[in-house]
């Protein structure tokens, strides 16, 4: 167990209360940052987060103030669980009272609408100060729910400064949380934020009653898009083999706790999105995410065509049932040379 010590958690949303939760377990003291005074009023004197974790019982080591200052100061590290489109907000008001001794983790999976920067990026758009090298990622298949129950959860945590990755896996690895490091900062942000995408496909596919075989389809050839995509802008082609690629994508497609698969079933019900969102009442990064892609996969030169069919449906108004029946129709093509090709391997020759 680490030796007691302050870290920061901003926001005070379900992951970043079962973050919160996981270093309260290794003797952290933690303070959790929300806008929300009756949130902090609750998390104080009550000791739960009813409104993103339902009744649980949080650590006495969480305590919770609306003062991002109070929250850092003191803060051997920051963790950032905000929504992506929040992310250079936060960013802007941490410049304040970070500083470079600081280890920062950000745990957000999304790209930033409008410049579609990866969140490091923006992170180092806002702390010019901050050496990016020392920006960690967290990722990888946790839900929150699952979490806060101390279930057996493994992820992995990126930085191109080892030291860095080593520090935050020391910080947050117990019994049941599981944390490997990765240096492939690209390739783990990139994972996490795509397969929000395939997961709203397999909750449409699932929702339309196509079974199990469709989704197997479904997964693997999301695999290829994450891969495809990821590599192209830098990425390994191994960590999405690992927990950043297919491990966050078989938990997000598969489980009840996924709101981008709750969402993609909505949809295939009959309710527009706007619906879907409102009904959600949280973020459904996978949305704003299909954009991204979407506009990325031109950037680079990339096919997507279920990102391009998924894009279509959230933004088009195009019927679910035909973009499944549009990406079967597709052409014929050989699975091994796709996938050599996209890996830029020359075994097959």
Not at 49 to 58: A, G, I, K, M, T
Not at 81 to 98: D, F, G, N, Q, T
Not at 315 to 340: C, N, Q, Y
Request: charged letters at 20%; a negative charge.
């Amino acid at each position: 167990m680490p030796d007691s010590g302050k870290v920061a958690v901003l926001v005070a949303g379900s992951w970043g209360t079962a973050i919160a939760s996981v270093l309260a377990e290794n003797g952290r003291q933690v303070c959790l940052w929300s806008r929300n005074e009756n949130q902090v009023e609750e998390i104080n004197t009550e000791h739960r987060n009813r409104r993103f974790l339902h009744d649980v019982e949080l650590s006495p080591l969480i305590r919770a103030t609306n003062s991002m200052e109070e929250a850092v100061n003191g803060a051997e590290a920051v963790f950032i669980v905000s929504p992506s489109s929040a992310m250079r907000e936060i960013a802007s008001a941490l410049k304040s009272y970070v500083n470079e001794d600081t280890l920062l983790i950000h745990a957000t999976k999304g790209f930033e609408s409008g410049t579609l920067k990866r969140m490091s990026e923006v992170l180092k758009d806002e702390l010019p100060m901050y050496d990016p090298n020392r920006i960690v990622v967290l990722s990888g298949p946790s839900h929150a729910e699952e979490v806060i129950e101390r279930c057996p959860t493994t992820v992995v945590v990126a930085a191109h400064d080892k030291a860095a990755a080593e520090k935050a896996q020391d910080l947050l690895i117990n019994s049941y949380f599981r944390v490997y490091t990765n240096p492939d900062v690209v390739g783990v942000e990139v994972g996490g934020a795509l397969k929000n995408i395939i997961a709203l496909g397999a909750g449409l596919s699932d929702g339309l009653g196509f079974g199990d075989n469709a989704k197997a389809a479904l997964l693997t050839r999301g695999l290829a898009e994450i891969a495809r995509l990821g590599t192209a802008m830098g990425g390994s082609p191994l960590t999405f083999a690992g927990l950043a690629g297919i491990g966050d994508l078989v938990v997000t497609c598969t489980s009840r706790h996924s709101r981008n698969w709750r969402a993609g079933s909505m949809l295939a019900k009959g309710l527009s999105l706007e619906e879907v969102l409102a009904q959600m009442g949280m973020v459904v990064e996978g949305v704003k995410t299909t954009q991204a892609a979407y506009l990325l996969a031109r950037k680079h030169g990339i096919t997507m065509p279920i990102t391009d069919e998924l894009h279509q449906v959230l933004f088009d108004g195009k019927d679910p049932k035909t973009a499944v029946e549009d990406l079967m129709g597709r052409g014929p093509t050989h699975e091994i040379e796709e996938v050599a090709k996209q890996l830029q391997t020359d075994w097959l020759c």
